[in-house]
Nanobody, 123 residues
Framework: QVQLVESGGGLVQPGGSLRLSCAASGFTLDNYAIGWFRQAPGKEREGVSC????????YYADSVKGRFTASRDNAKNTVYLQMNSLKPEDTAVYYC????????????????WGKGTLVTVSS
């Protein structure tokens, strides 16, 4: 069964850090670009980051640049999003998705999606 599962969300204080994981089962992530998205309550889903399939080039939305870092461990079939200096406006459900390639921080041809993990930044 093809699945993407996000984990690592939770409640964190402003300025804190979390590392999200996006683990694949039923297929290998090697040949896919991976996009990270988020959707805050009452807002549309937005792209946050994209990591390419080949050399793992990373791209970030301006709102997270310098604070978030995407990485991939193909041996573990997992992609990560390290989130530092978190702000209340980062509160959202975070999703990962596979795709064909990155167009800057947006993914092209998203096909497989995870169900998301909730990140809440609050004091």
């Amino acid at each position: 069964q093809v699945q993407l599962v996000e984990s690592g969300g939770g409640l964190v204080q402003p300025g804190g850090s979390l590392r999200l994981s996006c683990a694949a089962s039923g297929f290998t992530l090697d040949n896919y670009a991976i996009g990270w998205f988020r959707q805050a309550p009452g807002k549309e889903r937005e792209g946050v980051s994209c990591i390419s399939s080949s050399i793992g080039s990373t791209y970030y939305a301006d709102s997270v640049k310098g604070r978030f870092t995407a990485s991939r461990d193909n041996a573990k079939n997992t992609v990560y999003l390290q989130m530092n200096s978190l702000k209340p406006e980062d509160t959202a459900v975070y999703y990962c998705a596979t795709g064909v390639a990155c167009s800057y921080y947006r993914i092209i041809g998203a096909n497989y999606w995870g169900k998301g993990t909730l990140v809440t930044v609050s004091s």
